[in-house]
């Protein structure tokens, strides 16, 4: 029997401080009506010092667990795609696995920068089509003002920080993830970067001297690449499928850059009554651009059931890709106040079993000593 993977959950969690261009305008030498000419954009969110990539990715991640009414025992897979994760390693989806309580899932980090939140959806949807999940949490999540120049006018007026989760569901009706296009172009590599920090060249005295721990990009040729790639994607996955653009209800792009939209929306020759934008109050935030504004999309009525929607993201590698969907969700109940508590209960029980899971290394470590093979994992 035919498997599909349904969207059966959403959530979101931006940090609560508003950065503005104003403000923004008072630290750089730029102007508010530069960038929101250039960009689109007018504010943007920036995470607290205690906020981090997986502390938001877990707040997106039981919202869209309790809309889709998912125990996290049920969750088999945590993907967390980010650009910020919070260690090289251990995987940011290790420690959200473990904040939520998703005690059988597994959990990894995908790397495509921008793009990252299309290709974590697309290998998803394909472990649940063949069979070997039922559910899984896909996440985009990032604290780009961490990596963010804030004396760079080119870069820093651009990035904010937040997470969306969706959950995936197995289904023998037709709809969810109908179709993924992927790509990459490293030959572009140096376009959009951080520099140091990895094996290649590890952090030192030199690097943070040199700002080489900052992103780094080529911002005019990012943009030629971007306005060239949304379209073909989009085009790619709807032929893949067999529709055509007269079939697709929304299309939802990266939010990185209002004109690089507009240039898609001309390219396709689509209105851009048919594209959902939210860049103005977010900028870009990377992996999370996309499920923020499927979260925002929906909560404004422009999701229905049967709509088939087009998700269409560019970034550092260089990568591109699209996802055709079919929204198949009816509006979840998250307010329903059980629900509510129920994410304190759902924490508190998952901080629990962590900890136990931390002490019963501990006695195995004392009781076994050098022996180490207790059976268990
Ligand atoms: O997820 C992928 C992430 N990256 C992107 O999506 C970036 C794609 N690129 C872009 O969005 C645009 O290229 C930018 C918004 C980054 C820049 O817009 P632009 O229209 O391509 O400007 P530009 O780079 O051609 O720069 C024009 C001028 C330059 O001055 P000169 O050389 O003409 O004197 C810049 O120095 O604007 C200057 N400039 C600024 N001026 C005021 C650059 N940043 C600023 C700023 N405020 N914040």
Redesign the pocket.
Known sequence: MARYAHITGWGMSVPSRVLTNDE?ART????KE??VE??GIRERRVASPQQTTASLATDAALKALAAAGLSPRQVQLVIVATSTPEHIFPATACLVQDRIGAASAGAFDLSA??TGFVYALSVASQLIQTGAYQNALVIGSETLSRIVNWND???????GDGAGALVLQSSSRPGGVLAFSMHSDGSGGDL?SLPAGGSRMPATHETIDQGLHFVS?N?????R??TRVMAAATREVLAKAGYVLGEVDLIIP?Q??Q??IEAAARQLRVSMDRFFVNVDRYG?T?TA?IPIAICEAFAAGRLHVGDRVVLV????GLTWGAALLQWVAHAPVPAAPWRLSGLFIVRAMAWLRSVLRRLSRRVEAFLFGERGDTGRP
Do not use: D, Q
């Not at 911002?219 to 943009?223: A, D, I, N």
């Not at 993201?313 to 550092?316: E, L, P, S």
């Open positions: 923004l750089v030498e730029t102007t530069w960038i250039r960009t920068a921008c006018r080119a870069t820093c007026v651009l990035f959009l990009m911002g005019r040729e990012v943009y690449f971007a990266h990185a850059n004109r690089i870009n990377s651009s993201g560019f970034g550092a």
